[in-house]
């Protein structure tokens, strides 16, 4: 049975900012908690998106949001990833 996907590690800084570890030893630091969450949960979604067998709009908008924090958090290339598969959540 293939392991799923779990959330990315969060932590919470010394200074109260909350953390996300996208690479080993590589923390990005996030304006907010719920930043951090949507960060966090970003393999969950792409894989749900990949478990998915007919359009579903909850899920398109689901990445469209992982999309947008990604974005904010200056990695691109993840973001335009994301947002393509959230077309094909739509059927486009």
């Known amino acids: 049975m293939p392991k799923l996907p779990e959330p990315l590690p ?3 800084s010394n ?3 909350w953390e996300v570890e996208n690479n080993p030893g590589n923390w990005i630091k996030c304006e907010t908690e719920a930043d951090a969450s949507i960060l966090s ?3 969950i979604v792409l894989h749900e998106s990949y478990e998915a067998f007919r359009s579903d709009e909850r899920l398109a908008a689901r990445l469209d ?3 947008e924090k990604i974005e904010q958090y200056n ?3 993840g973001a335009r990833f994301f947002r393509n598969r959230a077309e094909l959540m739509r059927g486009n």
């Open 10 to 12: 969060l932590r919470q």
């Open 15 to 17: 200074d109260g900012k």
């Open 41 to 43: 949960n970003a393999p």
């Open 65 to 67: 949001r992982t999309a």
């Open 75 to 77: 990695m691109s290339l």
